[in-house]
């Protein structure tokens, strides 16, 4: 069964303290690892898709990573609208459905 | 553009009633639709998918049924709520044909007293 771990549970960053979000999968087969954000009470928002271990995407202070049995995400400078819950997910290479982590939930104080 | 359209966006409804949350797709043909149920703190737990009209997997036993009557319209329902059935309800829609990635609508917030 696959299984996608994300550490921390919660981070609370000071404006402009760049840190970083773990996700760790295991998973028969990876077809790609995706990334989203999720606003308290909201829909995820789709930000990464990544593909092959050494991939790196970036979209403004968000940067993510892979490897082989994991992912990052880097916040560089974050700002208090970076604050939200970060979600990861794997799909397999046959199947289109994907399997999430728990979540990482950002507080980025001003 | 592809938008994604769920109502109602909260419900609160008294254990043993019936269900019906609808969840439309515009702009796209023949999309993969998902039904997820999100409980605090935790994950998004995939309840069913499907990829054509008619077409529903199951992910989990439960109370609860999915039905695509239509290619860009996915219903989920239940006869009669638990309240165990509480929670966050999240469509989505990918564009299948080997692309995996997954776009997701606003929410229902169900509440079963």
């Known amino acids: 069964e696959d299984q996608v771990t994300q550490s921390p549970e919660a981070l609370r960053l000071q404006e402009g303290e760049s840190s970083s979000l773990n996700c760790s999968y295991t998973?028969?087969?990876?077809?790609?690892l995706f990334w989203y954000r999720q606003d308290p009470g909201k829909g995820p928002e789709f930000l990464f898709t990544?593909?092959?271990a050494g991939e790196e995407k970036e979209k403004e202070r968000l940067k993510a990573t892979l490897t082989k049995k994991e992912s990052f995400l880097h916040i560089t400078a974050p700002k208090p609208e970076d604050s939200a819950t970060y979600l990861c997910?794997?799909?397999?290479?046959?199947?289109?459905?994907?399997?999430f982590g728990a979540g990482t939930t950002v507080t980025v104080r001003a | 553009s592809q938008t994604i359209h769920q109502w109602p966006a909260t419900l609160v409804q008294p254990v043993g009633s019936p269900l019906s949350l609808e969840c439309t797709v515009e702009?796209?043909?023949?999309?993969?639709l998902y039904w997820y149920r999100q409980a605090a703190g935790r994950g998004l737990q995939l309840l069913f998918y499907?990829?054509?009209?008619?077409?529903i997997s199951s992910e989990v036993p439960q109370n609860l049924s999915a039905s695509r009557p239509q290619d860009r319209q996915f219903i989920l329902s239940s006869k009669k709520l638990l309240l165990s059935d509480s929670g966050f309800y999240l469509c989505?829609?990918?564009?299948?044909?080997?692309?995996?990635?997954?776009?997701f609508g606003p929410g229902t917030r169900l509440t079963v007293l």
């Open positions: 990544l593909y092959s």
């Open positions: 702009g796209t043909s023949n999309p993969n």
């Open positions: 998973v028969s087969g990876l077809r790609g």
């Open positions: 989505a829609w990918s564009a299948g044909s080997g692309t995996d990635t997954q776009y």
């Open positions: 499907s990829v054509g009209i008619g077409q």
């Open positions: 997910a794997v799909s397999r290479s046959n199947d289109y459905k994907l399997s």
